[in-house]
């Protein structure tokens, strides 16, 4: 995947400016075009009421929802005013009606950032990382609040177990993986690649595109997945993880949790995730 269109959904939150300070430094680092997205929508005059409801005091709503806009657009103008080609930032603003916005948009894009707990602007609905790579079929790299680009180093992390979302994680971040100093191949418990192909892995993939890769194996030893992922990030102090999506139900992983949603939610460093 050459990273050369770079999508962020821009609300003007903290969480939106941690994510824009790595969608500048993705930009600058790979010579991409950004596109800041601001996806609002606003709850409807409920129609037993909105008789009862003055022009004016319609239109001071309408007034007071488009400065909003303007105002986290001039934000994003701010924070980009240093960028080194500006004539390579862009910025859309459009209604979100329902909810899907942003991962529609995303379908034209190498790779979409958002903060994490950010939401669309308007209604606070919050956007799940997950669901836009799962509807947009294209990456999405969740940036937490408290991310400090200042923090960066060149090793990644790749949550590995052999399947099909990992796979396309795999190919989807390859880009991004070549430029690293060093990527730690993650797998807990059993991988089932290794089992079909003796003679060719992941490091191996890895190392054709001139990666240097190593790999660990960590054992469950009575925890979840995602505990022992999350303690391994911990550790070794990545600044960025790698992972497919939902192997099993989105419907099932939302009743009982599941390795995507916990990592989602409480990993400290930023996470590529594909579906």
Known sequence: ?????????????????????????????????????????????????????????????????????????????????????????????????????????????????????????GEGHELHPDVIAMVSGRPVLLVPREFDMSTFNEHAVLAWDGKRAAARALGDAMQILETKGLVTIVTVGSDSSDMSLPEMNVETALQRHGVNAERVHLQRNGKTVSYRVLEFLDKVQPRLLVMGAYEHSKFRQSIVGGVTSTVLKKAKVPILISH
């Open 1 to 121: 995947m050459a990273i050369k269109n770079l999508l962020i959904a821009y609300s003007g939150s903290d969480s939106s400016d941690a994510a824009l300070d790595a969608a500048l430094f993705m930009r600058d680092k790979y010579d991409a075009h950004l596109t800041g997205l601001l996806a609002h929508t606003y709850a409807p005059i409920n129609q037993n009421v909105g008789s009862w409801i003055p022009d004016d005091v319609r239109n001071s709503i309408k007034k007071a929802q488009s400065q909003a806009a303007k105002e986290i657009e001039a934000r994003f103008r701010q924070r980009i005013a240093s960028n080194s080609a500006p004539d390579k930032v862009h910025w859309l603003s459009t209604r979100d009606d329902d909810g899907t916005t942003v991962a529609r948009c995303a379908r034209l894009f190498d790779l979409t950032l958002i903060g994490r707990y950010d939401a669309v602007q």
